[in-house]
């Protein structure tokens, strides 16, 4: 079943969002004004939105993507997300330049993704990301795209899973901490959650829409505030189109503001220019979480463009690490 009820979604969601009143409470502003909260147990704080390094790699000019970069980390912006595969490793290239001028590496919390799931090719593209991102450390590693019936099966393999390779690195001091991401479906979230690893990070959608299909928020975020598992927000307004502003017509504001009153760390965001930048920087600035009555009504108005998925296209698509399992490509779960 595709949808949830009504009820049922509402009475899972502010039961999450009561489980994670602690973690909102403890937010704190950084010197720069910008709003942090706890990520998971790991002891970070992170800057409530967080820097998308999709995004930022789409950006035909190098010197303003790195530019942008700069003007993000001068107003507090200190969770970076990358990965190892974003524009054939353009997006790390990019971001590593931009960290290296004038010394900003240890001013943000970098993320980065691996695709790989054996033990072999998740150290190589880990090598690739240090040189790409030009520092000798990862704050946080995870796993991208799980979306495939095998994946958890490949990554915790004891002995040629990519999971040795990530507790290795970390234990090499290469990484600090690890966590995986994904945005096709629920299921496989809970089948990584399931297995014997404490993770610090998991990675998922986090809009008004996921409430009414195959919804992240109902069915994963309240396990992972209960373990004190680092939630990352992600697709905030749908896509990087931002269909939740287009076709629902609720504003980037109300969209972000709505992401931002569950109970997760900080909202990747998708910043391809200044003027988005901006936008982002004033909202994180001037955040109000949401009553429980304004988060019902925004989950009944999104309820008409959200039951099928139709603007959900990285759950209905084929998104996210394709390349390591093209083989497999029958092994998806039917959504």
């Not at 090499?172 to 809970?190: A, L, Q, V």
Request: net charge negative; with cysteine.
């Amino acid at each position: 079943m595709k949808s949830f009820d009504r009820r049922e979604f509402l009475r899972t969601a502010l039961a999450g969002m009561a489980m994670g009143t602690s973690m909102l409470s403890c937010q704190t502003e950084s010197s720069a004004g910008l709003p942090q909260r706890p990520l998971g147990n790991t002891g970070e704080r992170v800057s409530i939105i967080g820097l998308g390094g999709w995004d930022i790699g789409n950006i035909d000019d190098d010197n303003t993507a790195i530019s942008i970069m700069h003007e993000a980390i001068d107003n507090g912006v200190n969770f970076f997300d990358n990965s190892w595969d974003y524009h054939n490793g353009h997006s790390e290239e990019v971001m590593g330049r931009a960290l290296a001028s004038g010394n900003r590496r240890d001013k943000v919390f970098l993320m980065t993704k691996v695709c790989g799931r054996d033990y072999g090719t998740a150290r190589k593209q880990l090598k690739d990301s240090l040189q790409r991102l030009q520092t000798d450390y990862i704050d946080l590693w995870q796993f991208h795209g799980i979306k495939w019936q095998d994946d958890a099966e490949l990554i915790y393999d004891p002995e040629k899973g990519a999971l040795k390779a990530a507790i290795e690195a970390r234990k090499e001091g290469r990484i600090k901490y690890i966590g995986f991401t994904g945005h096709k479906h629920p299921d496989f979230h809970n089948d990584m959650l399931k297995r014997d690893f404490e993770w610090d990070t998991v990675q998922m959608p986090i809009n008004v829409l996921d409430a009414h299909y195959d919804s992240f928020q109902a069915k994963v975020l309240p396990r992972v505030v209960e373990r004190n598992i680092g939630a990352i927000g992600m697709k905030g307004l749908a896509a990087q189109n931002g269909l939740i502003v287009r076709k629902v017509g609720i504003s980037a504001q109300r969209a972000r503001r709505y992401a931002l009153s569950l109970p997760i760390s900080t909202l990747v965001c998708g910043i391809q220019s200044r003027e988005n930048l901006q936008q982002d920087i004033n909202i994180a600035r001037n955040f109000v979480r949401l009553t429980e009555l304004e988060l019902e009504k925004m989950v009944e108005k999104a309820r008409e463009f959200a039951e099928e998925g139709e603007f959900e296209p990285y759950k209905t698509g084929n998104y996210g690490c394709d390349w390591y399992h093209k083989e497999f490509e029958s092994d998806t779960i039917e959504t």
